[in-house]
């Protein structure tokens, strides 16, 4: 009796165990089954944006360009970037994404987003990797690095000069206007900073990191937002509270608006807009010493470069108003460039200490 009930035992535990093992093996076939769908799904989408789509990568040809992530650029809340260069001599700086594990369909969004912009002053996208987990984005390599370099150094104007720094005002403008408006998809960015504009060997500013930007059809003109996104100090009212409006391309504005302020006045706002600090609110710093004409003294302008302070100081001082409304268009903006600072109003005074 012992033995038959010990066969029967083990013939039960071997039933558990082939059962157990078939389940496993159907658990690794229908994941395997999900991710070639998934692989499926991505390569119809990159088929679907055509001869637009950015090329696709493997892994392993993303660390031959990188020489194994041998030189790093810079690191930022998304990953790290490194230089690299591909194999016709043109260098890349390839930014490695950190391991996700959300769903890639967003990540190929983002990437034929950035794909099918093509501007002098939006940076531009060569190819990306997908695997599993493992992202990567190749932009065009800047040999100037980015524009937060340079407005907060010890002596930013020296380096770059007004002129320069004027040019890149426009040049930036020109690159929003262009996502604004003219590509065939409506890009809102987000993330409008010195740190996001990067400088080509002419100077030429390029808009970068699109990691936040999000697609929004031509014909709705407010997106919806999910959480605050952006950067503290350059994020305008609205994304953080729907009391000042709803989120759109105005948004971008805000930022600009607050970037062209630190452009004339070379501090980061960051460190004025904590509450508790005994320093005012930068644009309402900016504002009254303004009215007072001696704000300008304060950045250190002299009377050649005064115009050129005194304009891209008024623009952003509008773009920076609190109601979306209020604000001008990126292309009203560039009109405004092309006026003298004589014909253009003082924006109305900000009540800022409302929003802290």
């Not at 066969?7 to 999900?34: D, E, N, P, Q």
């Not at 409506?186 to 993330?191: E, G, L, S």
Request: hydrophobic fraction near 40%; proline fraction near 3%; aromatic fraction near 10%.
């Amino acid at each position: 009796g012992m033995t038959s009930a010990a066969a029967t035992f083990l013939f039960a535990s071997l039933y558990v165990l082939i059962m157990h093992r078939k389940g496993k093996r159907l658990w690794f076939l229908l994941c395997k089954k999900t991710s070639s769908n998934t692989e499926k799904n991505y390569e119809a989408m990159i088929v679907s944006y055509g001869s637009l789509a950015p090329k696709r990568f493997m892994y392993s040809e993303v660390m031959k360009i990188t020489s194994s992530r041998n030189n790093q650029l810079g690191k930022g809340g998304y990953g790290v970037v490194f230089k690299g260069r591909l194999h016709d001599g043109r260098l890349v700086a390839v930014k490695f994404l950190h391991d996700c594990k959300g769903n890639g369909d967003e990540f190929v969004n983002e990437v034929m987003s950035i794909g099918r912009t093509s501007h002098v002053n939006v940076v531009s996208l060569f190819g990306f990797c997908l695997e599993g987990s493992k992202r990567a984005l190749i932009y065009e390599y800047m040999p100037n690095g980015s524009l937060d370099m340079y407005i907060y150094s010890e002596n930013p104007k020296e380096i770059l000069g007004w002129e320069r720094l004027y040019a890149i005002a426009i040049g930036i403008a020109r690159g929003l206007e262009y996502l604004h408006h003219s590509c065939n998809t409506r890009i809102v960015h987000f993330d409008i900073k010195p740190q996001n504009i990067l400088l080509d060997k002419d100077f030429n500013p390029k808009i970068a990191d699109f990691g936040l930007a999000k697609l929004c059809h031509t014909k709705e003109s407010n997106l919806s937002m999910t959480g605050a996104r952006g950067t503290i100090g350059f994020i305008a009212p609205e994304v953080h509270s729907r009391t000042f409006g709803v989120v759109s391309t105005k948004s971008d504005v805000y930022s600009y608006g607050m970037m062209l302020l630190e452009m004339v006045g070379g501090r980061r706002n960051v460190k004025s807009i904590v509450a508790k600090s005994s320093e005012k609110y930068f644009p309402d710093w900016i504002y009254d010493h303004f009215a007072q004409d001696d704000g300008l003294q304060a950045c250190e302008v002299t009377g050649e470069t005064e115009e050129i302070a005194r304009k891209m100081t008024l623009i952003g001082l509008w773009c920076v108003q609190i109601l979306p409304a209020y604000r001008p268009t990126i292309t009203k903006v560039l009109e405004m460039f092309e006026r003298s600072s004589n014909d253009m109003d003082m924006p109305p005074k900000q009540n800022f200490s409302g929003l802290l």
